[in-house]
């Protein structure tokens, strides 16, 4: 029997992935449960599992391919020996997807098909509301291999579908029409200037984005577009808590706790949230309110691979300091590995980046919109200050605070480094209030 799979929901909003590489390839038998397919979705990279046994029939789509939820993209033969033979599917393939399709597309003859789940269905109407066009696999198959732009196609099947002899006339008209550029020197763009470089002999590289710098491209603009950002900055002298740190690291360190600064930044930033509850809020423009969160939900910015991500500490006002150090390696170890999940990587309302960890000392950090505010941390280093009247040698945490100025004015920001400085000076004080 042929088993058509169809690509799953994986849920978290999800509604269509790109395929990064087959794991697998026509005629390979697989197990239930195994590995098919790697595909990257706007937040993390993962493998599809298959979940029947059988030989490998078809790839419905190639490696680069974006394929959206509820799609066929692969089929099995579960019975160990195909229905018919390549050449028989090939003939008889269109004809019968075309008798089976439906309004929003292809409607798959299968006694095993999987019902689309809430937002498979929610995003079939998105598409269609793109005005996604409507086309057999073999159709779609044929537009690829001509370099056709099958949403460019104008379908005359039924119910608007694209037939091969659409694409065939599309492909056509093309070359009809198609004439050489001419006046592409008379262009300014820096797209244009870069490729006249190259033909002077310079050499460039173009990288296509993966799917998760795109969507951290569209994150960053959103915020810094949307949110009026003001920065403060501030240094604080952390000598006491150093000492602190150090006292029990190592006696923690045999428990496989790794006492940083940050469990304790951490502390802090809560006991100055309570404080200042509008920099554990976002602002709601539509209905102009201003929603207050009496939840702390702490996103830790992640350095991975594959780009930014933000892991989300919950509840950190009811954690200890050891309970939130062993919360930071966790979740900071699978982010890089690219094994946590989709329900770790939302849902914060206040976020913290530690790029002194890297060796940076001072910069402005990009709000995790929608949040009101984000803490950014440089790198601990020993200056001179002056501390009672005396020239001393002191451990220094520079930290910038970057808030929504619609909703906080400068004087809070200054509230909330003062808050910050006096608990992190002193750690008995800060264990006190937190």
Not at 38 to 52: A, G, L, N, W
Not at 72 to 88: H, K, L, M, P
Not at 209 to 219: C, D, F, N, S, V
Not at 260 to 265: A, C, D, H, N, S
């Amino acid at each position: 029997m042929k088993y058509e799979y169809r690509f799953p929901d994986i849920g978290e909003g999800i509604h269509e992935g790109t395929i990064i590489k087959w794991l697998v390839d026509i005629g390979d038998n697989v197990n239930e449960g195994d590995s098919i397919a790697e595909v990257e979705t706007d937040k993390v990279t993962t493998e599809i599992p298959t979940p029947k046994s059988g030989k490998v029939l078809e790839l419905m789509a190639d490696a680069g391919d974006v394929i959206n939820v509820g799609e066929v993209f692969i089929t099995i033969d579960t019975s160990g020996e195909a229905d018919e033979t390549e050449a028989q599917v090939d003939a008889n393939k269109e004809i019968v997807e075309e008798e089976t399709a439906g309004v929003v597309g292809e409607v798959i003859v299968s006694s095993e098909e999987i019902p689309p789940s809430t937002e498979g269905i929610v995003s079939t109407k998105k598409a269609v509301n793109k005005k996604k066009i409507l086309a057999t696999p073999v159709a779609r198959a044929l537009a690829k291999d001509l370099g056709v732009d099958i949403n460019e196609v104008i379908g005359t099947g039924p119910g608007g579908r694209v037939m091969k002899e659409d694409i065939r006339n599309f492909k056509d008209s093309l070359s009809e029409i198609e004439e050489p550029k001419s006046k592409v020197d008379e262009v300014s763009s820096d797209f244009v200037k870069l490729e006249k470089e190259v033909s002077k002999g310079e050499s460039i590289t173009r990288v296509p984005l993966t799917r998760i710098r795109k969507t951290i491209a569209e994150k960053m603009t959103q915020s810094r577009f949307t949110i009026p950002h003001t920065t403060a900055m501030d240094e604080i002298d952390v000598s006491k808590l150093d000492d602190f740190r150090k006292k029990y690291k190592s006696i923690l360190k045999e428990e496989d706790v790794n006492l940083t600064y940050l469990p304790f930044i951490i502390k802090a930033a809560i006991t100055a949230l309570k404080i200042l509850p509008e920099f554990n809020a976002s602002l709601d423009e539509e209905n102009n309110e201003l929603i207050l969160k009496h939840f702390y939900h702490i996103g830790i910015a992640t350095d991975t691979e594959r780009g930014l991500m933000v892991p989300v500490i919950r509840n950190v006002d009811r954690k200890s300091i050891v309970e939130l150090a062993k919360a930071i390696v966790d979740l900071g170890t699978r982010a890089k590995e690219n094994k946590i999940d989709l329900s770790e990587l939302k849902g914060s309302t206040f976020s913290i980046t530690n790029y002194g960890s890297i060796g940076g000392y001072y910069g402005i950090p990009i709000i995790n919109y929608p949040e009101s505010a984000i803490l950014g941390l440089g790198r601990v280093v020993k200056k001179p200050i002056v501390r009672d009247d005396e020239i001393v040698i002191a451990k220094i945490l520079p930290v910038s605070l970057s808030y929504d100025h619609r909703i906080i004015d400068g004087a809070s920001g200054a509230r909330f480094l003062n808050i910050l400085r006096e608990l992190l000076t002193d750690p008995e004080l800060l264990l006190l209030k937190s």
